[in-house]
């Protein structure tokens, strides 16, 4: 029973605790009634040992494949198994972030996870024990299922779950005991590692030194930390360091490789190089996109949560199916063809209207049509299925693909050998096409198919088979949120229809009449276009609007649609609020 508030010398009375131990409970034998607050051991023992499971998963995966990391093959698994609308929304919501911010939800899904394992581990290391092999069984089943999936991609998931497990029992072994122990409670401890020795150690009095301390550390009624919870948290805490470090570490391993073998490839010289620019190919106006996109700013949208790794002697093209004459190429032979260089603008169906999911680059590679007219393919065989390294599919028509536009198996970009990001050693460019059924990246595999026997990725995931590009035009200046003032504004952008071409680019305010913009030159009709207009801008608020006419005819419709299943509608509008 407490003392009142008024019952001074029956408190004082009471033995003090030291070492753990109530010395009031070993005179009565009674437990003491009040716990000391949690301290969070369990929490903390759970997260260090997965992040350093996760770290040691990803060196391992440094040599079995990136692929093959347990954070890397769930997260596979989950961009897999989302549904399309979830899909859609991180994409609008997250733009080229999306596989960032899918990775920093997983980490904290597994964090709540650890956690809970590691309170399990404190209680009963039993327990703990089988959260940490469920960890590394999901480990094992996501990396064993992912397409490019080899006899060695359980053993990340393996070496993390093991050594998640070892630190468990040392964590275990040295987490602090409680502040206030009863005999009772240190004779129910059930778990694998009881310490026996909490039990047999003689009771120190108050004042004494700590047996274990060599520092001559005096611990009185508790005031100071015992030597077990700072070696608890030493470990903790260097283990969650370590995996700071091993998981970009392991990564960048692999990562080292494949960019020094990026950096000693020598392009060859194309037998058909890209034509000299057009000398008014810009339309001069400050704030437009340039017309070739550089690199670093060229759009990324695919399905891999980690950038693909593979060294171009590794890298292998199998061309098979509904053909006479399967064929298989190495990198180093595929260069050896002749090469066409080309510019030429891609486009995403994510894309809204406005939005900036295309670029244009130019291209280098090998003519698709070359290599299946080697290959003779049947005529029944509609559709060329395209199989990335990641296992990713794409389904583009054959005849697409041989009605002489110029799809490429591209190998450099903008005169360099391709990115790693965008699809080195080998991708697919092909004009006119969405990049969800023409423009696989870290391309390995061309199966000659139909529609009716096979669907690709995306139309799995209700896009649709066939995705030419919608005409579209945008504003990129003025830009949202400037202030132009009363006067001259030029308003700029840019207009793609790639294959047909742009013949035409209108521009109205506040619902009045579509004007004329002027049209900046392009090499091909696989480019996009500058435009220009100058508008003579009235103090107030104003809605701008545009719309392009291809070399068709048809011009470009205000009737609004979302990017699902085939592409996003409607006309780019910016309101502007001139000084």
């Known amino acids: 029973m407490s003392a009142s508030p008024g019952d001074a010398g029956s408190a004082d009375k009471r033995l003090p605790t030291v070492w753990g131990i109530d010395m009031e409970t070993q005179k009565t034998g009674l437990p003491t009634p009040e716990k000391p607050p949690k301290?969070?051991?369990?929490?903390?023992?759970?997260?260090?040992?997965?992040?350093?499971?996760?770290?040691?998963?990803?060196?391992?995966?440094?040599?079995?494949?990136?692929?093959?990391?347990?954070?890397?093959?769930?997260?596979?698994?989950?961009?897999?198994?989302?549904?399309?609308?979830?899909?859609?929304?991180?994409?609008?919501?997250?733009?080229?972030?999306?596989?960032?911010?899918?990775?920093?939800?997983?980490?904290?899904?597994?964090?709540?996870?650890?956690?809970?394992?590691?309170?399990?581990?404190?209680?009963?290391?039993?327990?703990?024990?089988?959260?940490?092999?469920?960890?590394?069984?999901?480990?094992?089943?996501?990396?064993?299922?992912?397409?490019?999936?080899?006899?060695?991609?359980?053993?990340?998931?393996?070496?993390?779950?093991?050594?998640?497990?070892?630190?468990?029992?040392?964590?275990r072994r040295t987490r602090p005991r409680r502040a206030a122990v009863s005999a009772h409670d240190l004779r129910d401890d059930t778990g694998l590692d009881t310490d026996v020795a909490a039990q047999e150690a003689p009771i120190p009095v108050q004042g004494a030194r700590s047996p274990s301390s060599d520092a001559g550390i005096s611990v009185v009624d508790g005031a100071r930390q015992p030597p077990g919870r700072r070696r608890f948290l030493a470990l903790a805490g260097g283990a969650i360091g370590a995996a700071v470090v091993a998981v970009p570490g392991g990564r960048r391993l692999w990562a080292q490789r494949v960019a020094a073998a990026r950096a000693a490839v020598v392009l060859p010289s194309p037998s058909s190089p890209a034509a000299p620019l057009p000398a008014k190919v810009s339309a001069d106006v400050p704030g437009v996109e340039p017309f070739v996109t550089r690199t670093a700013d060229f759009y990324r949208i695919d399905t891999a949560l980690t950038v693909p790794q593979m060294e171009p002697k590794d890298w292998g093209l199998r061309i098979h199916g509904r053909v006479k004459r399967p064929l298989t190429l190495t990198y180093e032979q595929l260069l050896a063809r002749p090469m066409v260089e080309r510019y030429i603008t891609l486009a995403c169906v994510s894309n809204e209207v406005g939005g900036e999911l295309v670029g244009n680059a130019r291209w280098l590679g090998v003519p698709i049509k070359d290599l299946l007219d080697e290959v003779e393919p049947d005529d029944e065989a509609d559709q060329v299925v395209s199989r990335s390294v990641d296992g990713y599919t794409a389904g583009t028509p054959t005849a697409a693909l041989r009605d002489g536009r110029d799809a490429l198996l591209a190998v450099g970009m903008n005169g360099e050998p391709l990115p790693v990001e965008h699809g080195f050693p080998v991708r697919m460019v092909v004009p006119g096409l969405y990049g969800y059924v023409s423009a696989t990246k870290w391309l390995t595999e061309l199966e000659l198919s139909r529609f009716s026997d096979f669907s690709a990725y995306w139309v799995r995931r209700d896009y649709a088979a066939l995705a030419p590009v919608k005409t579209q035009s945008r504003i990129d200046t003025p830009a949202v949120g400037k202030r132009p003032k009363q006067g001259l504004v030029m308003v700029a952008g840019v207009a793609w229809a790639q294959h047909r071409g742009v013949s035409a680019v209108e521009v109205r305010v506040d619902d009045g009449p579509w004007q004329q913009a002027q049209l900046a030159a392009v090499p091909s009709v696989d480019t996009w276009r500058q435009w220009s207009w100058p508008w003579q801008a009235t103090p107030g608020e104003h809605r701008l609007q545009v719309r392009a006419t291809d070399n068709t005819g048809q011009v470009q419709t205000g009737q609004v649609h979302k990017p699902l299943p085939d592409g996003a509608t409607g006309w780019h509008t910016i309101k502007v609020t001139v000084a």
């Open 39 to 171: 301290q969070w051991y369990g929490e903390l023992a759970g997260v260090a040992a997965t992040a350093l499971a996760l770290g040691v998963g990803e060196l391992v995966a440094a040599a079995t494949g990136g692929p093959s990391a347990p954070l890397v093959a769930v997260g596979g698994v989950a961009v897999d198994a989302a549904p399309t609308p979830v899909k859609e929304l991180a994409v609008a919501l997250f733009y080229t972030y999306d596989k960032l911010v899918l990775q920093a939800g997983i980490v904290l899904v597994l964090a709540v996870f650890a956690a809970f394992i590691g309170v399990l581990a404190m209680r009963r290391l039993g327990y703990g024990l089988v959260g940490v092999a469920l960890f590394g069984a999901i480990g094992v089943l996501a990396s064993a299922t992912r397409p490019s999936a080899t006899w060695a991609y359980p053993l990340p998931s393996v070496a993390g779950a093991l050594t998640a497990a070892g630190l468990l029992v040392l964590l």
